[in-house]
Every structure is written in C-alpha cells, then in structure tokens.
C-alpha cells in the first residue's frame, strides 16, 4: 500500500474541491449574466415601446406610419396581428448587416392610433452581448485558475514551513535509538499541537529510556555478582566428582554440572550483551573470515562429531571485513553452535563464503522458523534446547552495532542464516 504524504492529501482535496467549485462557478456565471442580459434587453423593449406611445400624436396618419417604417428597421408598426397583449420571445432573423440569421429579442404589442389597432414589434440583436459575456466568462475563468494556482501555491510554500517542526520531529523519532544515549533535541515551536506532541515525546523518552537504563544496570551487576558463586559452586561440584560416588550420586552431580554449566553459559552471555550496549568494542582491524574458519574448524568438527554431522565448506571467494576481532569471533563462533545446537543426526552444516555475504546453512526440523521472534532475547524454536535463547539476539546485537544484516530463510529443508557486510 501507498502512502500519501499529509502536505499532499490535504492540497489533493482542497484543489479538488476547487476544481468542483470551478467547473460549476463558470457555467453558472455565465448563464446567470446571459439571463440577467435578458431580462435588461426586454426592460429596454418595454422602455422603448412606453416612449413610442407617448410621442404618438392624433395627426398621426398612414402615411406617417409608412414613413417610420421606412427609415426604422428595428421598430416597425405593421396592421394588427392579433396580439392582446405585450410578449417578448426570442428568434433567430436575418441580419442585413452580418448577412446571417442571428439571435435577437422581439418585442410584440397592441397599439391603437387615431382609433386604429395596430401591432407595435421592435428587435434587438443579442450576438454582441453573448458574446461579451462569453468572453467575460473566459476571463472569470482565468482569473479563478489563476487564484486557484496562486492559493495552492503559497499553502504549499506555507505549510511546508508550518509543518517543519512535526517533520523534523518525526524525522529524529525515525532515527531515535533507545540504546544509543543520544536523545533527540525537537525544535521550538509556537503551534500549540507541534508543542503537545514534543513534550509528549520527550517525556515518553526519557521515561522508557531510564527503565532501559535500569534494566541493562541490573543485568550487568546481576551477571557480575553471579560470577563468584558461580566459580564457587563449580569447584564444589568438580571435588565432589573426585569422590568415591555410587552410581546415582555420579548421575546427579553430573546433572549439576550441566546445569551450571548453562548458567556460566547464560552469564557469560548477558555480560557479553551488555559490553556491546555500553560500546566496550570499538577497536576495528581488518579480518579474513575465511582463515579464521578454516583454523578453528577442527574445533566445530569435533563438537558436530556428537550428532554425526558433516561440515561442508564452500569458499568461492576470500571474504576480507573490518570489524572487532572478538565480537566477529563470538558471530562466528555463535553461528556455528547455532547451526550444530539445532541440527539433526547425520545432518550437515554448508558454510559458504560469497562477496560480502557470510551463509550458514544447515539441516534441521522440517518447517521454517518463526521469523517474527527469532532474533528476540530468550526466544527459542525449541523449549527443549539445551540453549539459553541468547545465541542469535548476540549475532542480531553485533551486526546492528557494525551496520551488517543477518537475513533467515528457510529453502531445500536448509536453514539459511546470511550476514551481508
């Protein structure tokens, strides 16, 4: 779906709304001036008609008649055609001067000299002022466009400037990073609804950004007070393995020492999660992945050696990055255990190396993961997973904080993690 701009959704509708007005405005100026035209040209027949009979005197004989008609063309006193009373119509004659039949007004009415009826008819020519009044309209027309175009014109240039503050607040929203420390500064502004909004924000802001804060201290401190007991218990379980322990007793301090094992896993991990959101990694030297895989991979090997895994390598080209040597060895080393942890017996991992592109793929269930929580702390595919659910939000972490993207896809029952730098 295509999104509108609000700048151009509201001048959409308002130059619609003008362009109806429009079309309706002219045709409607037009026809009101004609009718108006007409309703003044049969005031001035009737004015006319008025002035004729007053100046009609009782010597007023044929012969006068005769010559009135002679050197009048447009008023005429012709013998009674019946005509009870004073009617206008219109009628299309023949004009002797344009030498074609045009539209005029035709004014018949009864008139009685020296005791005689006669019909009193005058014409006016109505061309002219139709076509004045069709070019006033053209003229209306474009000076309404023009209005128009100027108006929209001048919204746009002033909305712009009014909407900058809610841009320019939505802009450093879009860019904010709660991690990242660096609140946004929203501009000053004299609109009241602009000013609700970024104090809203700003408030909103600095509230969740000291829960965050108070959460990654937790962490953090929680992570560094584990260590000692920690260590503490794990030495307590290894000399109670260097007893002399039946068979149950060996079974349960076994039992602990995976337990604990996943707990320094899991501390080790939030240590690691929240070195990267304090920014202890900074230092970059250039890496090839290629060297740093071939040489640890005796090492993968032997653990993938537990579910009969074979690891198929595919180095098409020499993939050279600039990244922090332990954070890129913990993305390594977390995409192996991920591909071996969630595998299955006698499957196979295939490592790929293309340009710019990292790819690990790997057999596994049958369906795709679910994409939508993947990267999600604590997420897990599998409740039963010996993995604490922090492998892949640590990948996820350390290609965000080095502008790298990790992509999931599921294609040929192969799980497909790619890292593109």
């Not at 007793?249 to 094992?261: E, F, I, P, R």
């Not at 202890?280 to 090839?288: A, C, H, R, V």
Request: hydrophobic share 40%.
């Amino acid at each position: 779906m295509n999104n509108k701009k609000l700048l151009n959704k509201t001048t959409n509708s308002f130059l619609a709304y003008s362009i109806v007005i429009l079309l309706i405005a002219a045709p409607l100026f037009y026809f009101i001036s004609q009718y108006l035209y007409i309703y003044e040209t049969d005031e001035v027949l009737h004015f006319h008609k008025g002035a004729f009979i007053n100046e009609i005197h009782e010597d007023f004989t044929q012969n006068d008649i005769d010559l009135w008609n002679k050197y009048n063309h447009e008023v005429m006193i012709v013998p009674d055609m019946g005509v009870k009373k004073d009617s206008i119509v219109g009628k299309m004659l023949y004009d002797s001067v344009a030498k074609e039949k045009e539209p005029f007004r035709v004014l018949y009415a009864p008139v009685t000299i020296n005791g005689k009826k006669y019909t009193y008819t005058e014409r006016m020519n109505v061309l002219e002022m139709e076509e004045m009044f069709f070019s006033i309209a053209l003229i209306f027309l474009f000076i309404i466009i023009m209005l128009l175009c100027g108006i929209i014109w001048i919204s746009k240039m002033t909305a712009a400037k009014i909407w900058h503050p809610f841009y320019n607040t939505l802009n450093q929203i879009e860019s904010f990073e709660i991690d990242k420390n660096k609140p946004p500064h929203f501009i000053p502004t004299d609109i009241d609804e602009f000013d609700r909004l970024n104090k809203s924000l700003d408030r909103l802001i600095e509230k969740n950004t000291a829960i965050y804060k108070s959460q990654r201290e937790f962490i953090e401190n929680a992570a560094h007070e584990l260590q000692t007991p920690l260590a503490l218990f794990q030495t307590k379980i290894d000399t109670l393995a260097q007893l002399n322990l039946d068979k149950e007793q060996s079974k349960l301090v076994s039992s602990l020492n995976t337990d604990v094992a996943r707990l320094n896993r899991l501390n080790k991990n939030l240590l690691l999660l929240s070195k990267i959101d304090n920014e202890s990694y900074l230092e970059k030297n250039t890496i090839i992945l290629n060297d740093y895989i071939k040489k640890h991979l005796d090492f993968f090997t032997e653990q993938a050696n537990a579910k009969n895994l074979s690891i198929i390598t595919e180095f098409t080209s020499t993939l050279t990055i600039s990244g922090n040597p332990a954070l890129t060895e913990v993305l390594i080393n977390n995409l192996f255990l991920n591909a071996i942890r969630h595998n299955k017996k006698d499957g196979q991992i295939i490592i790929r190396t293309l340009e710019n592109e990292l790819v690990f793929s790997n057999t596994g269930q049958s369906c795709a993961l679910k994409n939508e929580k993947l990267f999600n702390r604590f997420s897990k595919s599998n409740p039963s997973s010996q993995g604490n659910g922090l492998g892949l939000a640590i990948i996820k972490k350390i290609t965000t904080l080095n502008g790298w993207k990790i992509n999931y896809t599921f294609n040929n029952n192969l799980h497909i993690f790619s890292v593109k730098f």
